[in-house]
């Protein structure tokens, strides 16, 4: 689900220097004979919080603002000039107009940042996007463009993809958002990333007056899809292959929780494939949660494919229960690993401190020192404040 949208159910309006993000010493216990390796990641230092230089978390007048900080977060190592590059959701809040009743909304955009150290240390390289002011196309009310939950890869043409979430976000009313869609930006190399953009996937629920340029809905395995949402991206010699959340709205604006999945594609020279479904409703349910969303597809450091998932619990604070690691038995038809009577095993579960939202949204990269890095949330309702952190986990599922 969607940052922005989250938090603000949560507080009731229906989502410095570099610090040392050397995770060594919190190495993965040994797996169990009966079940994954497990890790809680605490809100202190054990945990070791990322921080980016040149891109300090939002404040006015010298005062942190109440919603800020890092979110999303996506790795993508270049083993050419060996960079560690990662993708980021960057927090503010945006007064239109201070007068009461003031005007505030949450303001989120795709950063990028870069690490020279295998991860020990990050620093800001640009924006991607920014929270711009617009005009529904449609309905002409006035809002914002919101970017976040961002996925960064490197193909094996040389080419790099970052793909990102946008969505309309209403001036003042952050409970109605809308027109969820896929934005796109491509480059020789990261630097370029931002340069052009291009409005790239939609759902069958976007204004008939935005145009994009695939309907995933228009595959016949996805006709049922009214969102789609937390994109992930993954490269190898046999193609770039897109996960990302199904979410099913039907005629009377009711979520169906019960057939939403967490779908795979593969990217052809005319839109995209159908691999098949990584996970659904009856996974989530094996793990207790009623969602398996946010997914990151990597390389594990023994050569093995996993899938990253958050699980969400729908009536839950928090939100977010930290990350599940799977194995994925076969890319091309979406299997992941799963036991006799048909359950996917997990590999490795992860934990964490934090309210409100939740941790999760992990994303991983074999080379870096970081292991999986996750997202905290920390949250007051009166009076309100959130807080989004990086941590590193040090855990090499």
Known sequence: MKLLAIVAVLIGLTACGGGNTNGSGNNPPAPLAAGPATFHCANNSSCPEVLIDGDPMASTNGVADAFRGYGDPSLEYDAVSGTLWMSYTWLNVIVTDPTPPAIVDFGARTHLARSDDGGETFAFVRSINETTAEDHPGSSIPGWAAHEVSTLVKEVSGQWQLLWLRYFDPLGDSQIRSDFRYDRSVGSDPGQLGNTSEEWIRGATLSPSITVQHNLSLIPELADCSIFTEP?????????????????????????????RLVLLREEGNGYSFRGNLLDASDAADRGADHLQQADIALARDGSLILIVTPILDNSDPKHQGCIVFDIDDLATASVVRDATGQAIPRTIITADGNGLGPGLCTYDANSDTGILLVITTFLENPFDSEFSLRATGIHP
């Open 232 to 260: 992930a991206l993954y490269a190898d010699a046999s193609g770039t292959y897109l996960a990302t959340y199904c979410q099913v709205i039907d005629s009377q604006g009711v979520r169906q929780s019960a057939i939403e």
